[in-house]
Nanobody
Framework: GYLVESGGGLVQAGGSLRLSCDGSRVFPVINTMGWYRQAPGKQRELVAT???????NYADSVKGRFTISRDNDKNTVDLQMNSLKPEDTAVYYCNGETVIRDYWGQGTQVTVSS
């Protein structure tokens, strides 16, 4: 795949996880990179995005707990997730927008136990 995610797993409530996404194989340049998630029986939703200029956008449900960051030279984006809650359980997908098309990763499972 063009976007390769890593870092998911099982964690207890209150714990932390860090997701990483490697977009080094994507061409042309990725403008906005982000993370989305989809819980069972629910639609995919935005978690956080970051532009090449560093402007970030977060879902209200994760503000103050999650931090998105990117490396423009390497075309990578990370999501640091702190104070995790059971409702954060979902498959997390990396997204990269170029002028040609959107790219998606294969998804990585995050499970938060209560």
């Amino acid at each position: 795949g063009y976007l390769v995610e890593s870092g998911g797993g099982l964690v207890q409530a209150g714990g932390s996880l860090r997701l990483s996404c490697d977009g080094s194989r994507v061409f042309p340049v990725i403008n906005t990179m982000g993370w989305y998630r989809q819980a069972p029986g629910k639609q995919r939703e935005l978690v956080a995005t970051v532009t090449r200029g560093g402007t970030t956008n977060y879902a209200d449900s994760v503000k103050g707990r999650f931090t998105i960051s990117r490396d423009n030279d390497k075309n990578t984006v990370d999501l640091q997730m702190n104070s995790l809650k059971p409702e954060d359980t979902a498959v997390y997908y990396c997204n990269g927008e170029t002028v040609i098309r959107d790219y998606w990763g294969q998804g990585t499972q995050v499970t938060v136990s209560s």
